[in-house]
């Protein structure tokens, strides 16, 4: 489907400081930093939204912390692809289509617009491909074909199932005992309990008509795929096997992306991704912000009320991708507060040489997406005073290119 437009990145090396470092992440499976550093291209899947509730500042944090990782590879001289998904049918969709009598695919289509939107204030890069579920339909039956082959589905009434033990390493995302796996699945999604499965966690391929829902033909049967294995043949279809990073929300990390490397693994007899990076979760009012919780902020909500997206993402900045935070409304304002000072800073004719924030935001970025360090690197060069005529034009480039903050 339609993406979104890209902000133009600025390129550093055009103004003498070459290429940015290779790039260090903490990846999940193996719990330890790893430097991504792929021969000239990069291949990057994140998992788009399920189309309600968008945009919301857990969805922002998540977007945001993959577009810091885009910059990082492209400062380094890195061409890179990325892909991400729409869910634009699933359960909680269909709930919320049936709750608001609104048609599934109408709020969907308005849900998906909003986010773009949104994505586009933030100044949030855009994938290359942009994939839809409903359009995907066809790979989705394509990869239960494969997985069928190698004799890992089975029928449970006129749904398919994954025997998720056809992958000897089940297991290798999370790195969770079964006991957890079982817990969390039945939390998030999973149907642990149903009777007629192989083992409880199994988790489902394709999903047979139900009365009221939204099916197509197949040469499965009439229904709609399951979650886990769309994402898994949209990045194969689009990336192919053993891209760089598979990234999310670490409410993500199990099931989701746990069952889309099984299956992938299984289907291919190939490496799915390299690394697993996971973003943490924003609260609000001292609870996760979540659709189900209804304790959203959005960030459309912001915009409306006259906030400047470029403060909004400052503030999400402020907090490393890999924690979890809450977010409070004096955070905007304080994030406010210093998008002023900058824009004050390299409006001065001479200000300090810029040459040691661009290290210092190069080595903060490269080590694990550190944007507060990043944040105090330009507070620090802020303060200063020098007398560099083309400190403004460094700063500002640097920003842009690095950060996606346009002074
Ligand atoms: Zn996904």
Redesign the pocket.
């Known amino acids: 489907m339609r993406s979104w437009t890209s902000p133009i990145v600025p390129s550093l090396d055009d103004l003498g400081f070459g290429r940015g470092p290779a790039v260090e992440v903490h990846d999940t499976a193996t719990g330890a930093l790893v430097t991504v550093d792929p021969d000239h291209h990069a291949r990057l899947y994140v998992?788009g939204i399920t189309p309600y509730d968008a945009t919301h500042m857990g969805h922002a944090a998540t977007y945001l912390a993959f577009d810091l990782l885009q910059r990082a590879w492209l400062d380094a001289g890195l061409t890179v692809t990325y892909t991400q998904?729409v869910t634009d049918v699933d359960d909680p969709l269909l709930e919320r289509a049936t709750a608001t009598g609104i048609d599934w695919a109408e709020l969907a289509e308005n849900q998906i617009e909003l986010f773009r939107t949104d994505m586009t204030a933030l100044r949030v890069l855009a994938p290359d491909h942009y994939i839809g579920a409903v359009e995907s339909i066809d790979l989705v039956v394509d990869m239960v074909g494969q997985l069928d082959a190698a004799g890992a589905v089975y029928r449970v009434d006129d749904d398919l199932y994954f025997d998720v033990h056809a992958d000897a390493d089940f297991g290798a995302v999370s790195g969770y005992d079964e006991t957890t796996m079982l817990q969390v699945f039945g939390e998030r999604g999973g149907d642990p309990e149903r009777a007629g499965k192989k083992h409880p966690l199994d988790c489902l391929l394709w999903q047979a008509e139900r009365p009221g829902e939204p099916a197509w033909d197949t040469s499965l049967g009439r229904g709609r795929p399951g979650w886990h294995v769309e994402?898994a043949a949209i990045a194969l279809e689009h990336l192919g096997t053993g891209f760089d990073v598979q990234g999310?929300g670490s409410d993500?990390v199990f099931p989701?992306h746990e069952m889309?490397r099984s299956e992938s693994v299984v289907a291919t007899g190939e490496n799915f991704a390299h690394s697993y990076v996971h973003a943490g979760m924003v609260g609000y009012d001292g609870e996760k912000m979540s659709k189900s919780k209804g304790n959203l902020v959005l960030v459309s909500a912001l915009r409306e009320a006259g906030r400047d997206p470029v403060a909004i993402r400052l503030a999400l900045l402020a907090h490393h991708y890999r924690s979890d935070w809450e977010w409070f409304e004096a955070e905007l304002v304080v994030a406010e507060q210093r998008l002023a000072a900058w824009r004050i800073a390299v409006d001065r004719p001479e200000g300090p040489a810029g040459d040691d924030m661009v290290s210092a935001l190069r080595a903060a970025l490269t080590h694990d997406l550190d944007a507060p360090a990043a944040l105090r690197a330009v507070d620090q060069w802020a303060a200063g005073a020098g007398h560099d005529p083309r400190a403004s034009t460094t700063v500002r480039t640097a920003l842009d290119a690095l950060l996606g903050i346009s002074l």
């Open positions: 998992c998904n994402c999310g993500l989701h889309s």
